[in-house]
């Protein structure tokens, strides 16, 4: 990835390590440079985190929707490895950088001893756990919130922000190569994960799924197999920032860049696995 996206070290060690790991994990593998990192390095980092998914709740998804897609752990192995550079070039031409922090696994951390790495990674672990669960708490709190506020809106039916979501993704739906008689129910799906998570999204999918075509079924289980929603972003900024303090202005500016182009960058990279693995 170094050499092949022109990136600089400690973000060749991010675009790897987030195949299989989650954004704090990753952010974790290169926390010694994070102060160092330019605000295009910031905002790639936290697009990567929200557009991906990780290897410890991939299974969790594929337990889901066993009945809809019998084996799909490879299609969220595809989605990883495509969305990645798709985030990066998507970055470069947002944030234009030429900026390089370099950086290597081997030299990130240092200890005097074992007691010293246990008692620093429980005082930094703790740390990192208490502002993402806060913010986890908040942002679950401000979408029930609006969701209230909008089922006080006189309506035939009710109204919530997933069912906003819903017609702002068809025509995305229809983009993203699903056929016109099932984008609208596609869409309410790619709406719940926006504005819950992808676990709520995956739990209807799995009982809306069957009435679709393998197309849409393949491309739905990569669209949803991300972190781009509401409530990750809050993550991403609390436990990032627990880290490296200096760049909390940074993470707090991107916020809503990066789960928009996170968005983005899933859907292509559905759009792309829709068009490869059907004929």
Do not use: W
């Not at 986890?136 to 969701?147: E, G, K, R, S």
């Not at 819950?196 to 009435?211: I, K, W």
Request: hydrophobic share 55%; with cysteine.
């Amino acid at each position: 990835f170094e050499r092949s996206l022109n990136i600089g070290g400690a973000m060749g060690i991010v675009s790897i390590t987030k195949i299989f790991f989650g954004p704090m994990e990753v952010a974790l593998f290169v926390k010694p440079y994070l102060k160092n990192f330019s605000r295009a390095e910031i905002f790639t980092l936290m697009t990567l985190g929200l557009a991906t998914s990780a290897m410890s709740v991939i299974p969790v998804y594929g337990h889901i929707i066993h009945g809809i897609i019998p084996n799909a752990l490879p299609i969220f192995l595809m989605t990883n490895v495509i969305t990645i550079p798709i985030v990066i070039g998507l970055c470069k031409i947002i944030e234009p950088d030429q900026h390089k922090t370099g950086g290597s696994l081997g030299t990130m951390y240092t200890f005097t001893g074992s007691l010293d790495a246990i008692s620093r990674g429980t005082r930094e672990g703790l740390s990192i756990y208490v502002n993402i669960l806060a913010m986890l708490i908040v942002m679950a709190a401000l979408i029930a919130l609006c969701n209230q506020a909008l089922g006080l809106v006189p309506s035939t039916k009710v109204i919530t922000l997933q069912y906003i979501f819903g017609y702002i993704f068809s025509p995305i739906a229809l983009l993203m190569g699903i056929p016109p008689n099932e984008a609208f129910q596609a869409a309410q799906l790619l709406g719940t994960k926006m504005a819950l998570n992808e676990v709520f999204a995956f739990m209807d999918f799995a009982t809306v799924g069957q009435a679709f075509s393998l197309k849409t079924r393949i491309i739905l289980t990569s669209a949803l197999a991300s972190f781009a929603n509401f409530a990750s972003i809050g993550v991403a900024v609390a436990g990032i920032a627990a880290m490296c303090p200096e760049q909390r202005n940074n993470l707090v500016s991107f916020g809503f860049k990066s789960l928009l182009i996170g968005t983005l960058s899933t859907g292509i990279a559905a759009s792309l696995l829709g068009i490869l693995l059907v004929k």
